[in-house]
């Protein structure tokens, strides 16, 4: 459900999918947070997006070459040079991006 809220850049019910899936117990995964964080990058919410990646890292889940390249894209389009920066960064010093 969140891949199809990302298809049709509703990041909004992205975001909600995901909260309702935490009150209810069930750990977003890897996969969800790709699905999330791209939707926020379509909807132009870098914000939403730095805030999903945040939250994979306290769950202690590792960013994939697609979530960091979907947050930095958010950023790209909303103008946060620095935040894009920092989020390659990050990918660079793990070894996901080369």
């Given at each position: 459900a969140i891949?199809?809220?990302e298809k049709g850049g509703r990041w909004e019910e992205a975001v909600s999918l995901?909260?309702?899936m935490r009150a209810?117990?069930?750990?977003p995964n890897v996969i969800t947070y790709n699905a999330a964080i791209s939707s926020c990058?379509?909807?132009s919410q870098s914000e939403q997006a730095l805030?999903?990646?945040s939250q994979m890292r306290k769950n202690l889940l590792v960013p994939d070459d697609v979530i960091f390249n979907a947050a930095i894209s958010?950023?790209?389009r909303a103008?946060?040079?620095a935040e894009g920066l920092s989020v390659l960064n990050e990918a660079v010093n793990?070894?996901?991006l080369f």
């Open positions: 891949t199809a809220c995901m909260d309702r209810q117990g069930v750990a990058d379509k909807g805030q999903l990646l958010a950023c790209e103008g946060q040079r793990l070894g996901t």
